[in-house]
């Protein structure tokens, strides 16, 4: 029986590049892999098919002969012979399959490297910290509470007794590690018996029963640089939860959860307010305080001021996030407050007020609405 193209087994075209090309394989041989299928030969046959196929085109010197000669070209006329035929550097294969799905099958520890005495690594955990505008502006170093899996003291992580050593794991010679051989691939898994640590505990520490770790709660201090972004992420190594079995500890995140302000609203480095200004302060000009990140500052409200106008305060925002320079240096960089004028008209008038602003409009006509009769002039030119 012929064998099929290479590129049809892997539904790729001939000028397909590198990238596309693992992207099928990746794709098909999750689909057809034997540990998914356990009783399908055929799924079998088709994953070492799509492996074989792989394995050429991946290689460009393989690749250049398969499609100057074909089969032949790689494994002799018609691609005859046993299955392996023309692979001389499948030796490595199972490295190639690790590299690109890692644990997914359970292949784990690295290449073919022994797990002894490794254990498991402790799982990451993810701590939400609150912070305002105010920690954005000046940075903040605060103490946090984890409840987490700590590392039992009594036997220092083993799990076992004080005064008792784990024992080597006879299933897996202490290696932590169960081979399958399937055809010319081989699968590395962690061992069902002492889940990859290569020891088993016969004497357990009366603390933590075998486990080599307790429920506690850890406190640290992380330091927030100035500028930080919402969403943003700090890694504290180690501060994760314990390992299994004496395997290394874990990863802390604490993402940043910025908490909306009263008054202002970020956009990056700049910062906006709308701040409310009386019809006749707008009219004619006037001095007003407005609220800043560091205190109240004045503002000139230009004579004739529209409601939406938008004035600036230079450095009156927030600093970059730029974590190794100058704290002083950074503050120079600030961005800037930007004041949105909300013109406030007067609900309740009495009498003598009423009279004024009528005698005003009977006196100003159209002159006191620049931006209204210029609006009528457009409606009428349109109609």
Excluded: W
């Excluded at 501060?239 to 008054?263: K, N, P, R, T």
């Amino acid at each position: 029986m012929s064998k099929r193209d290479y590129y049809e087994v892997l539904g790729v075209d001939r000028g397909v590049s590198e990238a596309d090309l693992k992207k099928a394989y990746r794709k098909l041989a999750m689909e057809c892999h034997p540990d998914r299928n356990p009783d399908d030969p055929a799924a079998e046959e088709l994953f070492k098919e799509v492996s074989e196929a792989y394995a050429v085109l991946s290689d460009a010197d393989k690749r250049g002969r398969y499609d100057q000669f074909g089969h032949a070209g790689v494994g002799g006329p018609g691609g005859g012979g046993h299955p392996g035929q023309g692979f001389e550097d499948l030796g490595n294969f199972g490295d190639l399959f690790n590299d690109l799905f890692g644990d997914i099958f359970g292949g784990g520890g690295g290449r073919g490297g022994s797990r002894r005495g490794r254990g498991q690594r402790g799982a990451d955990l993810r701590y939400n910290l609150a912070i305002d505008l105010d920690d954005v502006l000046h940075g903040c170093e605060p103490s946090l509470k984890i409840p987490k899996m700590k590392r039992c003291e009594p036997c220092k992580g083993s799990g076992a007794a004080e005064g008792s050593t784990p024992a080597r794991c006879g299933r897996c010679e202490g290696t932590g590690q169960m081979v399958f051989q399937q055809g010319f691939f081989r699968v590395n898994r962690p061992c069902d018996t002492c889940g990859g640590a290569g020891e088993v505990i016969t004497d357990p520490c009366s603390s933590c029963r075998g486990a080599g770790r307790i429920e506690g709660q850890s406190t640290i201090q992380v330091k927030v640089p100035p500028g930080v972004e919402d969403g943003a992420r700090l890694r504290v190594s180690g501060e994760g939860e314990a390992g299994i079995a004496g395997g290394e500890s874990g990863d802390l995140y604490v993402v940043m959860a910025f908490q909306e302000h009263e008054l202002f609203e970020r956009d990056g480095t700049d910062l906006h307010i709308e701040v409310p200004v009386a019809f006749v302060q707008a009219a004619l000009g006037a001095e007003v305080e407005v609220p800043t990140l560091d205190g109240k500052v004045s503002l000139q409200i230009p004579e004739g001021t529209q409601s939406g106008r938008v004035l600036r305060l230079r450095g009156k925002g927030l600093p970059p996030l730029q974590p190794r320079m100058d704290p002083a240096q950074l503050m120079k960089m600030r961005g800037d407050l930007y004041v949105r004028v909300f013109v406030e008209v007067p609900t309740k008038l009495n009498a003598k007020q009423r009279e004024l602003l009528e005698e005003f409009a009977e006196q100003s006509g159209h002159d006191i609405s620049p931006a209204t009769e210029g609006f009528m002039d457009k409606i009428r030119t349109l109609f």
